[in-house]
């Protein structure tokens, strides 16, 4: 009797082991800074762009200026999608915002987002959005953001 239970101890243990290793895997993933800045064409929003189509749609508003900062603006979307980050409407240009870490578990993706007074930079009074903008490997897996302030 206690052999049994020993065994169906040990075998629950084992079990439990390997499925928390599974469901809590986490890998960062590495990413390209497309662009950044601020702008005030968009809303705010955190948005997936999948395909040509998306991506085009996206920066047709910008004007070329703001296009030709751009790291790259021809992408392989069989092989990468682009995270983009819009913030609200700030009082003034002395606002960034950056993605500054993507991580992948088993069956998710978080992006990071840090929006911040940029204390460098110079403050016109205007009001812009700041924007960040970054291709990663393409996945199926849902993304969530976390933005922190």
Not at 68 to 74: G, K, Q
Not at 77 to 105: H, K, L, N, V
Not at 123 to 141: D, G, H, Q, T, W
């Amino acid at each position: 009797m206690i052999v049994k239970i020993l065994k169906i101890a040990a075998m629950t243990l084992l079990l439990s082991g390997l499925f928390s290793c599974a469901a809590n895997k986490e890998e960062t993933i590495p990413f390209v800074t497309i662009g950044s800045g601020q702008c005030g064409i968009w809303p705010k929003q955190e948005i997936i762009i999948t395909s040509q189509e998306e991506w085009e749609n996206f920066i047709l508003p910008l004007p070329k200026s703001e296009i030709d900062r751009f790291s790259e603006t021809e992408i392989n979307f069989e092989e990468f999608q682009i995270i983009a980050a819009i913030d609200d409407i700030r009082p003034d240009s002395g606002w960034s915002m950056a993605i500054t870490c993507i991580m992948e578990y088993s069956y998710f993706i978080v992006v990071t987002i840090t929006v911040f007074a940029d204390i460098n930079g110079v403050s016109l009074s205007e009001e812009r959005r700041p924007y960040y903008i970054v291709k990663i490997p393409a996945s199926m897996k849902r993304i969530d953001f976390n933005i922190k302030h």
